[in-house]
């Protein structure tokens, strides 16, 4: 077998895509016209039975696109549009959102009449009344059964479902699995059709393959190792475009893809330069199915390798060589690399990461399993289960093949609710909710505060938590997914749709955001209220309302005199710790719609700046409108070093938030290139000090600053936003400018 050369030909194919996408927006009026006309003759359908109308419209009646220079098939034309990061609320273009589009119920206004007014107060911040991006195809069912048998299997159950609402998921599963076969075959007469008038031998050579790949996988099981990696990318792409979601995760692909390599090796079939150039291919998609000059939060595209396999044997092979290599040989932004780390993890495995960390390259996070599994375990999710979960959009988890999870919607703000409950008069949300805070007033001490803190911190977290309930109930009729569906463990067994609790487990998280700022808030109203007596609880109200007009003397003192979260002072980390603990169980255990309940997490996207505008001067010393902190990091004006960042989580009990709590490292640019060990202790110190997920970003303030005057010098300079890679002249000027700010802090 010949592979492409990919250093010979990527530019090639980054020409055949520029002039495909040339087209976009794509004209589908005809097929949406199909559509439309189906629902007239049929007003009375089901939402299911509407779902698959779009499947059958779009396999049958949409352009497929093969590219000559490009080793896998995937491209199907719908009207989505080429930087389509994944679905949201409102409908984006394409056919997957007709659905969406044809509700006359008036949900959306609903929606947004309920959440923009407390996203214009920083009170949450959301556009999406359930996760609409940020998922994982269930690669390995279709690997092991492919259409076909889940076709099948859907089909066997059908006979003994008698309740109608199961039998139409059924129904539609069977549908989906049809319209996905005929599609895969329309691949395969694609390739012939463009193999009539090919010349060179190359390029027919891998049409040939092609064809023969689509006549048969993933109509049935992959049995090779081009079949199986193709199959990954060739999911993500018809879930994008099928399912009206983001499927964000490309997948665990060195453990999975591992026995068919040794197997092809074996047989001959493959050698080891020729899979290293299809993993190479394979990286290379997102950067190029992407216009990476207008991608200003990233792609939503992950992959993830390393950590464990269901039995707890660690990962690590010449997969995830060939994966590390290939971002280190051409520098790719994205997809987003995972690399998990596992008990027992070689030290070739971590001096690897720890050389792609020195590249500067800044595509990287890494994460703990033994704490993320941990809290998956507690959260009663079986061993094997848990080991093999996978991440993505920015770092949130979700166990692979088993488990719908809705996570990236929603981010709450506990800085701006105890400005809330301070000053109560001032925010319509405690009558629009009809929930009655204790007051902060005349407390006798700081635990009778604390305690008032948190019951009112519940009731608000309660309160938003019934509404995104009442909203995803609304799921089911809007957009339902038996694609999707028929591959993860539950749906079939259950006949639901993951919509309806179909999936084996069925979380929800809501992401807190700015954690350091509000422990430090707290613990400034212990130290200076309560313990020390330096400021009265009427002059610290006093401060907060004026935004400290006039009294920079004392914000100064809050700000720099009273210990902050970071540091290693006794009494700080006692407070932490209790914090972390108590948050933990504010946001989490309460039930979702689909059988399953919410879980923590401490990551914010870029949530610690789009909550500040309208979140005023806080204990800290903080004025109004300046920058939350970021993950689990300390707040941006803490002077702390990265070592002592990490020893404060020692004490944290981080398996109590399985939806992630994730901390920033900025290193400056002396590090990079330096060795590669050096970032290897960082990894292994994180891990030992018990943290969960956390970024690296290199960076070079002087470049930084030379990129804001004169970016057509820098265009391919890449930097780590919050949990996702971009070139920084893609970004807005805000962004870029918080982002300086913190390269200048870390070298100076």
């Given at each position: 077998m010949?592979?492409?050369?990919?250093?010979?030909?990527?530019?090639?194919?980054?020409?055949?895509?520029?002039?495909?996408?040339?087209?976009f927006?794509?004209d589908?009026?005809?097929q949406?016209?199909m559509l439309?006309?189906?629902?007239?003759?049929?007003?009375?359908?089901?939402?299911?039975?509407?779902?698959t109308?779009?499947y059958?419209?779009?396999?049958?009646?949409?352009?497929v696109?093969?590219?000559?220079?490009?080793p896998?098939?995937?491209?199907?034309?719908?009207?989505?549009?080429?930087?389509?990061?994944?679905?949201a609320y409102?409908?984006?273009?394409?056919?997957d959102?007709?659905?969406?589009?044809?509700?006359?119920?008036?949900?959306?206004?609903?929606f947004?009449g309920?959440?923009?007014?407390?996203?214009?107060e920083?009170?949450?911040d959301s556009t999406?009344?359930?996760d609409?991006?940020?998922?994982?195809?269930?690669?390995e069912?279709?690997?092991k059964h492919?259409?076909?048998?889940?076709?099948?299997a859907a089909?066997?159950?059908?006979?003994?479902?008698?309740?109608?609402?199961?039998?139409?998921?059924?129904e539609?599963v069977?549908?989906?699995?049809?319209?996905?076969?005929?599609?895969?075959?329309r691949?395969a007469?694609?390739?012939?059709?463009?193999?009539?008038n090919?010349?060179?031998?190359?390029?027919?050579?891998r049409?040939?393959r092609i064809?023969r790949?689509a006549q048969?996988?993933?109509?049935?099981?992959?049995e090779t190792?081009?079949?199986?990696?193709?199959?990954?990318?060739?999911?993500?792409?018809?879930?994008?475009?099928?399912?009206?979601?983001?499927?964000?995760?490309?997948?665990?692909?060195?453990?999975?893809?591992?026995?068919?390599?040794?197997?092809?090796?074996e047989?001959?079939?493959?050698?080891?330069?020729e899979?290293?150039?299809?993993?190479?291919?394979?990286?290379a998609?997102?950067?190029?199915?992407?216009d990476?000059?207008?991608?200003?939060?990233?792609?939503n595209?992950?992959?993830?390798?390393?950590?464990?396999?269901?039995e707890?044997?660690?990962?690590f092979?010449?997969i995830?060589?060939?994966v590390i290599?290939?971002?280190l040989?051409?520098?790719?932004?994205?997809?987003?690399?995972?690399?998990?780390?596992?008990?027992?993890?070689?030290?070739?495995y971590?001096?690897?990461?720890?050389?792609?960390?020195?590249?500067?390259t800044?595509?990287?996070s890494v994460f703990?399993?033994e704490?993320l599994?941990?809290?998956?375990m507690?959260?009663?999710?079986?061993?094997?289960d848990?080991?093999?979960?996978?991440?993505?959009?920015?770092?949130?988890?979700?166990?692979?093949?088993?488990?719908f999870?809705s996570?990236?919607?929603?981010?709450?703000?506990?800085?701006?609710?105890?400005?809330?409950?301070?000053f109560?008069?001032?925010?319509?949300?405690?009558?629009?909710?009809?929930?009655?805070?204790?007051s902060?007033?005349?407390?006798?001490?700081?635990?009778?505060?604390?305690?008032?803190?948190?019951y009112?911190l519940?009731?608000?977290?309660?309160?938003?938590?019934?509404?995104?309930?009442?909203?995803?109930n609304?799921?089911k009729?809007?957009n339902p997914?038996?694609?999707y569906?028929?591959?993860?463990e539950?749906?079939?067994?259950?006949?639901r749709?993951v919509s309806?609790?179909?999936?084996?487990?069925?979380?929800?998280?809501?992401?807190?955001?700015?954690?350091?700022?509000?422990?430090?808030?707290?613990?400034a109203?212990?130290?200076?209220?309560?313990?020390?007596?330096?400021?009265?609880?009427?002059?610290?109200k006093?401060?907060?309302?004026t935004?400290?007009?006039?009294e920079?003397?004392?914000?100064?003192?809050?700000?720099n005199?009273?210990a902050?979260?970071?540091?290693?002072?006794?009494?700080i980390?006692?407070?932490?710790?209790?914090?972390?603990d108590?948050?933990?169980?504010i946001?989490?255990?309460?039930?979702?719609?689909?059988?399953?309940?919410?879980?923590?997490?401490?990551?914010s996207?870029?949530?610690y700046?789009?909550?500040k505008a309208?979140?005023?001067?806080?204990?800290?010393?903080?004025?109004?409108g300046?920058?939350?902190?970021?993950?689990?990091?300390?707040?941006?004006?803490?002077?702390?070093?990265?070592?002592?960042?990490?020893?404060?989580?020692?004490?944290?009990d981080?398996?109590k938030?399985?939806g992630?709590?994730?901390?920033y490292?900025?290193?400056p640019?002396?590090?990079?290139?330096?060795?590669?060990k050096?970032?290897?202790?960082l990894?292994?110190?994180?891990?030992?000090?018990?943290?969960?997920?956390?970024?690296?970003?290199?960076v070079?303030?002087?470049?930084?600053?030379?990129?804001?005057?004169?970016?057509?010098?820098?265009?391919n300079?890449?930097?780590?936003?919050?949990?996702?890679?971009?070139?920084?002249?893609?970004?807005?000027r805000?962004?870029?400018?918080?982002?300086?700010?913190?390269?200048?802090?870390?070298?100076g």
């Amino acid at each position: 077998m010949h592979t492409l050369r990919f250093a010979d030909e990527y530019d090639a194919f980054m020409e055949e895509l520029d002039a495909h996408y040339r087209r976009f927006p794509a004209d589908v009026s005809r097929q949406e016209r199909m559509l439309d006309d189906k629902l007239k003759a049929f007003p009375q359908a089901s939402p299911l039975k509407k779902k698959t109308w779009i499947y059958q419209v779009i396999a049958s009646e949409c352009e497929v696109k093969v590219f000559r220079h490009c080793p896998f098939y995937f491209e199907v034309v719908t009207g989505r549009i080429r930087n389509s990061v994944g679905a949201a609320y409102p409908p984006i273009p394409g056919l997957d959102s007709w659905l969406m589009r044809t509700d006359r119920s008036g949900f959306l206004e609903k929606f947004q009449g309920w959440a923009g007014p407390y996203m214009e107060e920083d009170i949450i911040d959301s556009t999406m009344y359930m996760d609409c991006a940020h998922h994982a195809m269930g690669v390995e069912a279709v690997l092991k059964h492919g259409f076909a048998g889940i076709k099948r299997a859907a089909e066997e159950k059908l006979c003994h479902v008698t309740e109608a609402q199961g039998r139409d998921f059924l129904e539609s599963v069977i549908a989906a699995q049809d319209s996905l076969i005929t599609l895969t075959k329309r691949f395969a007469k694609k390739a012939e059709e463009i193999l009539e008038n090919e010349a060179c031998p190359e390029v027919r050579e891998r049409l040939m393959r092609i064809s023969r790949g689509a006549q048969k996988c993933p109509i049935y099981p992959a049995e090779t190792f081009y079949e199986a990696l193709n199959t990954f990318w060739y999911l993500r792409e018809i879930g994008n475009s099928f399912e009206s979601l983001g499927f964000a995760i490309l997948g665990h692909i060195d453990r999975i893809l591992e026995k068919y390599y040794t197997r092809d090796l074996e047989a001959g079939i493959i050698t080891r330069e020729e899979a290293k150039e299809l993993i190479t291919w394979f990286v290379a998609l997102t950067d190029a199915r992407w216009d990476l000059g207008d991608t200003p939060y990233g792609t939503n595209t992950s992959l993830n390798i390393g950590g464990c396999d269901a039995e707890g044997k660690p990962v690590f092979n010449d997969i995830t060589r060939f994966v590390i290599e290939a971002y280190l040989e051409y520098r790719f932004v994205n997809p987003k690399l995972q690399a998990r780390f596992s008990k027992g993890a070689p030290d070739a495995y971590y001096s690897l990461v720890g050389k792609l960390a020195a590249s500067g390259t800044n595509v990287l996070s890494v994460f703990n399993d033994e704490v993320l599994i941990k809290g998956f375990m507690d959260k009663g999710k079986e061993l094997q289960d848990a080991r093999l979960y996978v991440s993505g959009g920015c770092q949130e988890p979700v166990l692979a093949n088993t488990e719908f999870g809705s996570r990236a919607f929603c981010y709450l703000n506990p800085s701006k609710y105890l400005l809330m409950m301070i000053f109560p008069s001032q925010y319509a949300f405690f009558e629009q909710e009809r929930i009655v805070p204790i007051s902060l007033e005349w407390c006798r001490d700081f635990e009778e505060f604390y305690a008032r803190v948190f019951y009112n911190l519940k009731l608000i977290v309660n309160a938003v938590t019934w509404h995104y309930n009442e909203f995803e109930n609304f799921w089911k009729y809007y957009n339902p997914c038996p694609l999707y569906s028929s591959t993860i463990e539950g749906c079939i067994e259950k006949a639901r749709d993951v919509s309806e609790g179909g999936a084996k487990y069925n979380g929800n998280t809501f992401a807190v955001s700015g954690i350091g700022t509000f422990i430090d808030s707290m613990y400034a109203i212990y130290k200076s209220v309560f313990a020390d007596k330096k400021i009265s609880w009427e002059a610290m109200k006093e401060l907060l309302a004026t935004n400290f007009e006039g009294e920079e003397q004392i914000r100064l003192w809050l700000k720099n005199k009273v210990a902050k979260y970071g540091k290693d002072e006794d009494e700080i980390k006692e407070l932490t710790k209790r914090i972390y603990d108590d948050m933990s169980v504010i946001v989490s255990g309460m039930p979702n719609t689909r059988g399953g309940q919410y879980e923590a997490a401490l990551w914010s996207f870029y949530g610690y700046e789009w909550l500040k505008a309208k979140t005023g001067a806080t204990p800290n010393g903080r004025k109004g409108g300046e920058s939350l902190s970021r993950g689990i990091n300390p707040a941006e004006d803490v002077n702390t070093t990265i070592a002592q960042m990490v020893h404060s989580l020692a004490d944290i009990d981080l398996s109590k938030y399985p939806g992630t709590a994730v901390m920033y490292f900025e290193m400056p640019l002396t590090l990079a290139g330096c060795d590669e060990k050096v970032f290897e202790s960082l990894i292994r110190y994180f891990q030992k000090c018990g943290g969960n997920v956390f970024d690296f970003d290199v960076v070079d303030a002087a470049a930084l600053e030379d990129a804001l005057k004169n970016p057509h010098r820098h265009q391919n300079l890449v930097v780590r936003v919050c949990g996702y890679s971009a070139r920084f002249v893609t970004l807005d000027r805000e962004m870029q400018i918080e982002i300086v700010n913190r390269a200048k802090r870390i070298a100076g």
